[in-house]
């Protein structure tokens, strides 16, 4: 048998192979996100593919991996070797499995998905085995100081139709999660204390007290229910803030506000405590937007320990990981809940319908309704730049019905939205905050 890159793929009578001729970065911040679009050239005159390889917090390290690094490994492979082509490439790096490595495999991988589905006249979600639904039921992120100004963010999104919604509230006097302006980035809240500690000028001291915000959450979802009534799916994301023991005590104590699920309740690294933690409550779990590697995620999934994955598809692989994990997901009973933060570009957010679309264990779509180009200012540049993105309305996400994954970038509008070359400027710098305790140890993440 010929060896994988000696095969001659027919297309349309030519018996030429279809190669790539060039991968390169598109880098643009349009929402002030520094975002990596991958772009992979062929030798069919026109024909190219879009990936997202976005990891903003060290955007340039993925920028370096695929232009000097992967660029030259696959120039003149045949672009329908999608799986082979992944493996090389994941392997010639000889350790793997971490976020740089594997954003870059994305950009490239989510491309050749993007140039199959061209080359065949297909949507991507048909490549992977055609729809199971007509569209994809999203959530939405509502967040508010205090509980009424919470509970009032909700209802906007509940008369525009959504029936998920994800609620965040401040703790006073500090910083909390999901609460700030953009959504998914940490908020201060009213009177959160800030200022220069010990590490040096460069790192501003946000503190959070794990124990005072574990007594306002359940007062959050009482509140909810009583106003939003049961008909509303309410879910939460602890983002990784409460050590094991108070997770179960968080877990346990909003039951009776039937949760549609509960999100990062712990951090990677306490991975044996899912298995205490499911012992010892009903709220349904979500797990795994930080994973990059298949040890993390596997025990979770086959001992049935969470309900939901939240993987961010880039941070795995790309598409020929992800569609792997998701069927694997679907014989335990773990349904999806992909990532779909500000910091993916609509390249990435369609690779994701693609997979909700296609597979009968999908659960909910995460999306940020403000940079994933539906409303306001950052929205409208999001829209300048891309074409094709998925568009939401009835609380859900409907895909682009193009040939590919649908979505195209304009370079020259790209290019007036350049990345801040300051890593620590702006609105989102790459570089995460450190949260501390008021003892001024670190809170992860």
């Not at 596997?298 to 993987?311: G, N, Q, Y």
Request: charged content about 25%.
């Amino acid at each position: 048998m010929a060896a994988p890159d000696a095969k001659r793929a027919k297309t349309n009578g030519n018996t030429e192979p279809v190669t790539i001729t060039k991968i390169r970065c598109i880098k643009t911040a349009p929402a002030g996100i520094r975002l990596v679009v991958v772009k992979v050239e062929t030798s069919r005159p026109g024909l190219y593919g879009l990936g997202c390889g976005t990891f903003t917090q060290r955007p340039s390290c993925v920028v370096e991996a695929v232009e000097t690094y992967l660029d030259p490994f696959l120039r003149g492979r045949n672009v329908s070797e999608i799986e082979d082509i992944f493996l090389a490439a994941q392997v010639s790096s000889y350790w793997r499995s971490g976020p740089v490595l594997n954003n870059a495999l994305s950009g490239v991988d989510q491309a050749l998905w993007d140039i199959k589905g061209k080359m065949a006249g297909m949507p991507v979600y048909e490549l992977l085995g055609g729809k199971c639904r007509k569209a994809v039921p999203v959530y939405v992120h509502a967040s508010g100081d205090d509980i009424p100004e919470t509970i009032e963010d909700a209802k906007k999104y509940i008369k525009q139709g959504f029936k998920y919604v994800r609620l965040q509230c401040s703790v006073p006097g500090q910083s909390t999660y999901g609460t700030g302006k953009g959504g998914d980035y940490v908020g201060a809240g009213k009177g959160a204390v800030s200022d220069q500690n010990v590490d040096g000028p460069t790192e501003p001291k946000s503190l959070f007290d794990p124990e005072a915000y574990m007594r306002i959450v359940p007062k959050l979802f009482a509140a909810a229910r009583k106003e939003l009534g049961d008909e509303i799916e309410l879910l939460h994301d602890v983002h990784e803030r409460v050590h094991p023991s108070g997770a179960i005590q968080l877990a346990k104590a909003l039951e009776p506000y039937r949760l549609f699920f509960l999100e990062d309740i712990l951090p990677p690294e306490e991975m044996d405590h899912f298995r205490l933690l499911r012992n010892q409550t009903s709220t349904p779990l979500a797990m795994g937007e930080l994973f990059t590697n298949q040890a993390e995620y596997l025990p979770l999934i086959k001992d049935r320990l969470i309900d939901f994955i939240r993987i961010h598809v880039s941070d795995v692989g790309g598409i020929t990981p992800m569609r792997k994990i998701a069927h694997l997901c679907d014989f335990f009973g773990v349904r999806l809940a992909l990532h779909g933060p500000g910091d993916t570009s609509p390249v990435g957010m369609a690779a994701n319908v693609a997979i909700d679309l296609s597979c009968m264990n999908f659960g909910v779509q995460e999306w940020h309704m403000d940079h994933l180009g539906v409303t306001g200012d950052a929205g409208k540049a999001m829209r300048e730049v891309f074409t094709g993105m998925c568009d939401i309305r009835d609380g859900m996400a409907w895909a682009s019905e193009a040939p590919g994954l649908g979505v195209d970038i304009d370079e020259a509008a790209a290019a007036r939205y350049p990345w801040d070359p300051d890593v620590s400027a702006g609105q989102n710098p790459c570089l995460w905050p450190a949260v501390r305790k008021p003892d001024g140890s670190i809170v992860r993440p």
